[in-house]
Structure formats: structure tokens, C-alpha cells
């Protein structure tokens, strides 16, 4: 067996404890084989993780990860019409060569910050699995399906291209990429083909992901189109009787939260990326009070914008006190659940918890800095304290990703320039 010992650190616990521990990584299986007493891991490979707490991988819930590329371009506008009048122009000319670039860029991203699962919406999604397969992250990804402002033709050729790239993607890099069928969102999918995704998800037997009632405008055009709201709407489809996980819903009635929690319908919960966009607050307190699952994603990154999940997690806490006009909501034991976890609960993967047997998905946070002096308690420090630049060492399915923060999966120079120039190129056709 070739093993991976992380080692003189501590180790966050699944009940919340930082504790002094080695992890002993079974990096055939890509499993932890032991959490040992400190000094008695014997691995034939090591990462110190001395002055340091090992974490699980966090995994981010929602993103459209190839967006790297429109980082920084446009911003400070409403949804509907940033995406209208600066995205959509831009995305339309984009190859696979520039998704993959994009694709690459926030994955490099992700390693940095200690993320090691995410779930991705798209197109040119082949692309983006391609470099998921070369990053050695785990993934959940699909297809973005869209009816709105498309014939007939065009919707049979969205769904042949979602289910296709789930018939060749799925379980595919030995299970660390799964696929979702994944209608863009209520509002832009009528509701025909909404219920025509649910038996394709069941037939295929995948999850469904979809943004929904993430605007008031959302909400409004749904109402005014189908006499009923998102998640009613989704509900009557048969789309939440699949595994299915909504992200964002920022403007969900109390109606909307029992239908979700009455089918197990999980959020993905983006913070920042509904405050940049004015879209409002999710009531994510109430949520989890009924019961509903929660995870927490960056959304893409031109509309965040970073892939910092540390941060995420702690926008989240901040938010729904904020929401809440109480203090102890979302308590920071809760914040890091929901962005490990949790996320990892919403998009089928058995990850998110430090255990022996569990597979070995793993982020080394450096507390050699003055702002985790003293160390009243880790666990907070980590909600409110770090972020990604913190990250020392990433670990994927038992395969170092990153080692005292040089990336190994992939080479960080040329993804930079690579995605760069796409970025220049891309701008420049719809200037
Ligand atoms: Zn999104």
C-alpha cells in the first residue's frame, strides 16, 4: 500500500473537536486508513501539518466555474441586465478551448482555497470535465439547459447534449466526476420541459440541479407565465422527486420551504454573489430549521468574485445573522457543516467529514499568523478568521493537489497566461 501521513497537526473532528492527530491516507484507495496519536502514522510519504488543523476538502455547491474568464468585466449591475447585455454577448463566442482555459483557471482556484469538490453548471461542459479529470478534483457537473428564446429543435438538441454528456461522463475518473441533468432555472425552462427533465434524470438515474427564485423578477415571470411560483412550479414537474438541489433561493415563502423540505430539496446557498447582485437574503435560518438541506457555493466568479470558500462560509454565518436580527444564528459549528458536509450531502458525494474509511478529501489551514493568535477556540477561526490564502496543503481522493501552497495537478503559470489571453481574445470579438 503507498501511503500519505499528514502529520503534527490537528484534526477537526465530525462532531466539531480539534484534537491533536496524524491521518494516515491509504492513497491507492484514496481513503483515510487511521487517524493515529501524534508520531504514530509511519507513511512512506509526508506533509507537515505542524501549527496547522486539517480540515475536510470544502465543497462548493454552485458555480459556473469557466466564468474566471468574465472576472472583473462589468460589474455592479443587476442580474438580468448584466447578464442580458454583458455576459450572455460574450459566452455566446466562447469555444471549448476558451471554457477549458476558463475551467482550468478556477479549478487552480479552487486547489488554492482548499476546495476539492464542486458542482458546475455549463456548457461546452466535455470541456470542463476535461480539466476536472486533469485537476484531480471531484465534481458534479451538467449541462445547462434553456427553452427561453429557443425553437423546438434547439430544446431537443439541449436535452440530447445533457443527456449525452451524463452517458459519458458520469462515475467517470474512477467516481470522482459524477453528472446532474441541470435545467439553467425555472424561470428560463417552461415547465413541459421541466417535467420532460425529470424523467430523463429518472431514467438515467441522476440528480437535478437548478437555480430557482433567485430574484424577485425570478418569481414574477414564473407567476405571470404558469400561475404558481419556482418551486411549486418545479414541485408539479416532478423535478424535486429526484435528488434535486435548488441554488440560491433568495425569495422562498414559507410555502416554497415546506415543499422543499417535504421532498428533501437541498439549497445551494451563494451569499456573495446574491448581495453583489442585489438579489436579497435567503432565509437560510428558516431553512434549516424545517429541516431543509443546505450547502453553501461561490456562484460563478464574475459574479462573486473569487472561489474563496472560506469566505463563503463566513458570509453565510454573517448573512443570516444579519437576516435573523440575532446573533447566534448560524453559529460557526454550523458555517463549516454547511460548507463541507453539507454541499457534499447535496451533490451525492460520500466526502465532507475526517473518519477513518471515509474517503481522504482533506485541507491543511496554517494558523502561523497573527490573526489565529490566541487559540481560543480553532473552529471559530476558521469561520471568521481564515481564507483561502491561509490553504498550506489540498488533498483529493488521497492525491496531493497542493504541497506548501505549490499546486501539482496542474501548472499554475500556464493556466494563468492561458486563461488570461482567452479572457483578452474573448472581450475583444464583442467589443
Ligand atoms: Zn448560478
Not at 482548499?114 to 461546452?124: A, R, S
Not at 429518472?202 to 414574477?220: K, W, Y
Request: glycine share 10%.
Amino acid at each position: 500500500m503507498s501511503s500519505l501521513g499528514i502529520v503534527g497537526g490537528t484534526v477537526l473532528t465530525p462532531d466539531g473537536r480539534v484534537e491533536s492527530a496524524d491521518i494516515l491516507i491509504d492513497t491507492d484507495a484514496g481513503i483515510i486508513e487511521a487517524i493515529t496519536e501524534p508520531g504514530a502514522a509511519g507513511a512512506t510519504t509526508s506533509l507537515d501539518a505542524s501549527d496547522a488543523v486539517i480540515i475536510p476538502g470544502l465543497v462548493n455547491a454552485h458555480t459556473h466555474v469557466a466564468m474566471a474568464l468574465l472576472r472583473g468585466h462589468a460589474d455592479d449591475k443587476e442580474l438580468h441586465a448584466w447578464l442580458e447585455e454583458d455576459i450572455f454577448p460574450v459566452e455566446a463566442t466562447f469555444t471549448a478551448g476558451d471554457v477549458e482555459a476558463g475551467a482550468q483557471l478556477g479549478m487552480l482556484e479552487m486547489i488554492k482555497g482548499g476546495t476539492t469538490t464542486f458542482c458546475d453548471m455549463y456548457f461546452h461542459e466535455g470541456a470542463i470535465a476535461d480539466a476536472a479529470v486533469e485537476s484531480g478534483l471531484r465534481c458534479l457537473l451538467g449541462h445547462g439547459i434553456l427553452t427561453l428564446g429557443k425553437d423546438e429543435a434547439g430544446i431537443v438538441d439541449d436535452l440530447e447534449t445533457a443527456s449525452s454528456f451524463v452517458s459519458a461522463y458520469h462515475g467517470s475518473a474512477d467516481g470522482r466526476i459524477a453528472a446532474a441533468l441541470m435545467p439553467h432555472a425555472v424561470r428560463t425552462v417552461d415547465s413541459a420541459t421541466l417535467t420532460e427533465v425529470a424523467a430523463i434524470a429518472t431514467d438515467l438515474d441522476v440528480p437535478i440541479h437548478l437555480h430557482c427564485s433567485e430574484t424577485t423578477g425570478d418569481v414574477e415571470a414564473v407567476l405571470e407565465r404558469d400561475g404558481d411560483r419556482p418551486a411549486a412550479v418545479a414541485s408539479a414537474a416532478g423535478v424535486f422527486d429526484r435528488d434535486a438541489f435548488i441554488a440560491h433561493g433568495v425569495h422562498l415563502d414559507e410555502d416554497d420551504l415546506d415543499v422543499l423540505a417535504a421532498t428533501g430539496t437541498g439549497i445551494a446557498h451563494c451569499p456573495t454573489a446574491n448581495l453583489k447582485l442585489a438579489s436579497g437574503i435567503a432565509p437560510i435560518a428558516d431553512a434549516l430549521d424545517r429541516g431543509v438541506p443546505v450547502g453553501i457555493g461561490t456562484d460563478g466568479p464574475a459574479s462573486n468574485n473569487d472561489l474563496d470558500m472560506l469566505e463563503e462560509v463566513r458570509q453565510a454565518a454573517l448573512l443570516a445573522k444579519a437576516e435573523q436580527q440575532d446573533a447566534s444564528a448560524l453559529p460557526a459549528p454550523t458555517a463549516i457543516e454547511l460548507g463541507t458536509v453539507g454541499g457534499a450531502s447535496l451533490l451525492g458525494f460520500d466526502v465532507g467529514r475526517i473518519e477513518v474509511g471515509a474517503p481522504a478529501d482533506l485541507a491543511v489551514i496554517d494558523l502561523n499568523a497573527p490573526k489565529f493568535t490566541p487559540r481560543h477556540d480553532i473552529l471559530s477561526h476558521l469561520v471568521y478568521v481564515a481564507n483561502s490564502g491561509d490553504v498550506r496543503h489540498t488533498i483529493c481522493d488521497g492525491q496531493i493537489l497542493m504541497r506548501d501552497r505549490e499546486v501539482l495537478s496542474l501548472d499554475e503559470t500556464k493556466v494563468r497566461e492561458t486563461a488570461a489571453e482567452a479572457a483578452v481574445q474573448a472581450i475583444g470579438r464583442v467589443a
